[in-house]
Structure formats: C-alpha cells, structure tokens
C-alpha cells in the first residue's frame, strides 16, 4: 500500500508600472488662453532689459550639459521583496513535498529488486472474495461445478462470499442471503475442505455523516446478534470489511473482542479485512490533514487488530502506483511491515488486485497480478521466508480475467 493518494503558479502582475505612455504633462503648458494684448511701445530702457535677460537665459541653457536619460522610459521598478520571499515559500513548499515523495518512489522500485527465495509459494492458505450472486438465487449447480475446476488444487481454502452489506444500524435481514442453505453443503461436496465464510461489511460514518457509526454500543451490539444469525444459517465463518477505518479506532477493536467470543463458541475463524499500514511514519495523520481520508494504519494498530482476529487480509491494492515495478516495491514493503507484527497464531493474507478499474487510487496498468505476487515473494522471503500461516486473497471473482488466474497459477500456486 499505495498507498497511497497532489505548484508555484503566476504570482501576478510584475510590479512594474509602465510610465513610457506620457502619464505627466512637460511643464510648458501653452499661456494662449489669458488674451493680453499690450498697445503700448516698449521703452528703449525696457528693450535693452529685455535683450540682457535673454542672452542671460540662452547663456544658462546652452552651458547646462545634455541628461542622457532624457526622454527615455522610466526603468522598470524591482520586484518587491514580499513577492520574492512568497515565491521561495512555494518552491520550498513545493520541494518538502517533492524531494521525500521521489526518494520514496525510488526505494519502492529498489525493493522490487533481486530474486524471491525458493519455496516461497501458496502454503494452502489463500482465499478469494466472491460476489452476492452466490447467495441471491443467479448461480447455479453447474456454477459450483466450474468454480471447483478452476479451484482444485491452488491452495484457496476460504471463500468470502458477500452475504450483507449489514445496515447502518448494524442488522442484517435474512433475505439478503437466502441461498446460503444451498451454496455451502454445494461447495462442501464439491471442495472438500475449503469454508464458506459470510463476507460482511458496510460503510462507516467515520468520514460523511452517512453510515455505520461503531462508537454506538447498541450498534456493535447489533453487529455480534448479526454474526450469530449469519453463523446460525452454517456460514463456516465472518468475514468483516468496514471501511473507512481510520487507524486507532478503539470501538472498532472493542467489536472486535465481542466477535471473537462469538466465532469461538462456534469454533469457527473470525477474518476481516484490514488497511494498508504506513509507507512513511505517521503517513496516516499527513493524508487525514491533507485530504480528509487516513488511508493507512500505523503498524501498531495493524498489530492491535491482527491479535484479536484469526486471520487478517490486508488490501494491498488501490495503491496510487503508476508502474508495475513501483507496484511490486509496494506490495513487497506491505507484505514485510505486515509480516513483522502479525503473531504467529493468525493467518496473514496479501491482497492480489483481480479487477482492473481506471481511477483515481488505482491503475490497472501497474496494479497487475504478476507484480503483485512477485512484491509478495520478495517479501516473504526477506522476512518469514518459512511462515507457514500466509497466503493471499484474491479481489474479486465477478472481474478477474484469465490472465488474473493464470498469473496467480504459476507464480503462486505453482501450477501449469
């Protein structure tokens, strides 16, 4: 996780003030307009005063040295010193963003380097997320049949089907899944060993006043009643994916705890679906100021959730990575910052990205399966190469391609 998801503009005018065009008049303005007319002869004194002060003035004039300026545009006055101090607080703000943003990147694309470690493939403990048309009534026998051919073999063993999404209040009716009581003895007879868990989720209230809001006992109280009822109708397990969750969430943990209780009595596994951990300490709060959604957990919460659950998949996907390389680095420092603070007792699973949307977040392009699992690999190998409790979980079956399956055959599962 990419993670993932940002410029010095004009300043404005220059400052200089244009006085070529003549904004002042000479000084010689025309006397023209006060008609005095003077009948009277000079007298020869007052000519011979008249002939003194001219030559007086022409004397004066004609010894006063040429302004070599004259005439010319008044130069352009210097920027003031506020515009000049505004423009290196953009270019250093621009550059405080930039610069730890390219040396990111660039360790990424190092991490995808080098080779994973032999053995490092499907340990039989990868899952997939799969559509409601499961529960709904739209598939079929012959549906089943095929989905046992295409997972015979490959290491999957969980299946998340989409039984909700819960209510805002944290209810779920029946008639969302009325077709379980069919689908999971089908898969059972069909799949020996693999679990139907209840994929359960909703949105939460942690980012629009629209949603679930978890700080609500009666509603996480809701919730456990729910997951009773989904396990009552022979769910082999709950799955639980509420986004946004914002890392630290307390309530969140709480739920948890009532779950766990419940999924015990049952003897059945408690999984959710978790967020991306810091690429960068404390990235989380960085992207909550700047864009209003903490994508990200720190690891401490990553690890705070991972021992209250049996198994964790981390959504390594919608990552903001607009290369396959840059990808694969991401997907490798995920797969190495979960490894580290998940206990050994829960199964961790890295998202692979079966689905090829175009939009902000996500770039079909460079989220592929191929770099994913190798990011995967490289991962595991540089820091539990021998974890046996590790898989991936792929999303979603409704829009993979056989590229998607093929790629994750011989990359991971190790087939043909």
């Known amino acids: 996780m990419s993670g993932a998801e940002s410029a010095a503009g004009a300043e404005g005018a220059s400052g200089t003030d244009d006085t070529a065009g003549g904004r002042g008049t000479t ?29 007086k003035t022409q004397r004066t004039t004609d010894t006063t040295p040429p302004d070599p300026d004259q005439g010319r545009a008044s130069p352009p006055r210097r920027p003031r010193r506020g515009l000049r101090r505004g423009r290196r607080i953009v270019l250093g703000l621009v550059l405080l963003l930039v610069l730890p943003l390219l040396a990111a990147e660039t360790a990424l694309r190092v991490n995808y380097m ?34 046992a051919r295409r997972l015979r073999g490959t290491g999957i063993r969980d299946l998340y089907v989409h039984a909700g999404p819960l209510e805002h209040d944290g209810t779920l009716p029946k008639s969302s899944y009325p077709r379980a009581g069919w689908l999971i003895p089908a898969v059972h007879r069909a799949l020996p060993g693999v679990r139907v868990q209840a994929w359960l989720g909703d949105k939460l209230a942690t980012e629009s006043p629209d949603g679930m809001r978890l700080e609500r006992a009666e509603t996480r109280a809701a919730v456990v009643t729910s997951t009773r009822e989904i396990l009552a109708a022979g769910f082999d397990g709950a799955h639980f994916d509420l986004e946004p969750l914002h890392s630290g969430d307390r309530d969140y943990l709480d739920l948890l705890d009532d779950l ?157």
């Open 114 to 147: 080098g080779d994973p470690a032999d053995g490092t493939h499907t340990r039989g403990q990868d899952a997939i997320w799969l559509g409601h048309a499961w529960v709904d009534g739209r598939k079929k026998d012959t549906d089943v049949a095929a989905l």
């Open 260 to 416: 766990r209780a419940v999924t015990r009595a049952h003897g059945v596994p408690l999984s959710v679906a978790a967020h991306q951990i810091d690429p960068l300490p404390a990235f989380h709060s960085l992207w909550g100021t700047l864009a209003n959604h903490p994508k990200w957990w720190s690891q401490a919460y990553f690890a705070q959730v991972a021992r209250r659950v049996d198994q964790i998949a981390l959504m390594s996907y919608d990552t903001m990575q607009p290369l396959p390389s840059l990808y694969g680095g991401y997907v490798a420092q995920q797969t190495s910052l979960a490894l580290e603070v998940t206990p050994p007792t829960t199964d961790l699973l890295m998202g692979l990205p079966f689905f090829h949307d175009n939009r902000f977040g996500h770039r079909a392009a460079a989220e592929t399966v191929p770099a994913a699992v190798r990011g995967v690999r490289l991962g595991l190998s540089r820091t539990d190469a021998d974890r046996e409790r590790f898989g991936v979980a792929l999303y979603v079956d409704f829009a993979a391609t056989e590229d998607d399956w093929t790629a994750y055959r011989r990359g991971w599962a190790r087939l043909s």
């Open 27 to 55: 000084g010689t303005e025309s006397a023209s307009g006060a008609d005095i007319t003077c009948t009277a002869k000079p007298s020869a004194t007052d000519d011979a005063s008249l002939r003194h002060q001219t030559t």
